[in-house]
């Protein structure tokens, strides 16, 4: 197993205010052994040569003390959203799709067909898909299982920041503390990834990512791979 954290802002989003070497440099010397760097779409607009060519020149320079990864959050909400992904993405390893859950979602439960789009590989960022299943009627296993066929992972959003006033989010907190809620996770086959969403690097907490990547792996969960 290694030490994944797949999200990241830096000041390329519009609520991150990082340098790329300042937040790469936190996650070396915490022990990430892969790191994503994974600003808003809305935030990198049209700079996308601009925010791709840096992240691969960071790979290249830190590529003996850390592996990183070339992301970016995608909304999907009126407004923010990405409508051509095929034309968007060659550059990305992989992109994290937010807001599905809300009512005002572009996606919502599209998101099947939605990222048949895309060709990298691609997520649920801090979603509860769980209360999303319950809200629609539906069995959680086999709505997790959909994500599973449908080869996408789901993001344990671990965050924990003075960005969002130092609330957990409660769909991890289940996970992490509910038998019941690890079997549904683990019964669909739905594989699963590690996110901090850092937004300031003086807020990183890399122990919370450790503590999250170790208990996926030693609990009999899938892990998504990068
Ligand atoms: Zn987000
Ligand atoms: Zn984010």
Known sequence: MKITDIHSHTYFSACGADKH???IEAAINGGIEVFGICDHCYGIG????EYCRIIYEMKEKYKDRIKLLCGIEIATVPGLGVYDPENLLPDFEYCLIEHIDRPEST???DIFEYVKH???KTGIAHTDLISMARSKGYDPTEFLRKFAEADIF???NVNYDS???FNEH???RDFFENPETQKIVRDSG???TVGFDGHRVYDYAPERVRTMNEFIANNGFNVQEF
């Open 21 to 23: 070497e300042d937040i």
């Open 46 to 49: 049209d700079r996308r040569e």
């Open 107 to 109: 996606v919502g439960e």
């Open 118 to 120: 895309f060709s990298c």
């Open 154 to 156: 789901w993001e344990m």
């Open 163 to 165: 960005i969002h006033g």
């Open 170 to 172: 409660g769909y991890v």
């Open 190 to 192: 739905i594989k699963l």
